[in-house]
Nanobody, 123 residues
Framework: QVRLAESGGGLVQAGDSQRLSCAASGGTLGSYAMGWFRQFPGKGREFVACISRSGSSTVYADFVEGRFTISRDNAKNTVYLQMNRLKPEDTAVYSC????????????????WGQGTQVTVSS
């Protein structure tokens, strides 16, 4: 069973950049498509981005507007989310997830989840 652990969250100011990491253990990350989701208090998970097993395909939510980049290093069993030009409305808990599908955008299509990391963007 794949275990995922996010890191890199914290408090930043609007306009700043932040990089989240998702490290996998107990399995080979390259066997899964990987996604990032975020969750606001009292709300369900919102799709942010996903990347195919090889990294050749990526999908982003519309709200990203070119500010975020998802990438992966299968040799390091790690997926990244580079977030630039952060806005206060990006404040949320960000979670990574692994899927046996190609580039799924629905949380229901993901098999394994990390615990999440809090990202807070101050104005």
């Amino acid at each position: 069973q794949v275990r995922l652990a996010e890191s890199g969250g914290g408090l930043v100011q609007a306009g700043d950049s932040q990089r989240l990491s998702c490290a996998a253990s107990g399995g080979t990350l390259g066997s899964y498509a990987m996604g990032w989701f975020r969750q606001f208090p009292g709300k369900g998970r919102e799709f942010v981005a996903c990347i195919s097993r090889s990294g050749s395909s990526t999908v982003y939510a519309d709200f990203v507007e070119g500010r975020f980049t998802i990438s992966r290093d299968n040799a390091k069993n790690t997926v990244y989310l580079q977030m630039n030009r952060l806005k206060p409305e990006d404040t949320a808990v960000y979670s990574c997830a692994a899927s046996v599908y190609r580039t799924p955008a629905s949380p229901a299509d993901y098999n394994y989840w990390g615990q999440g990391t809090q990202v807070t963007v101050s104005s």
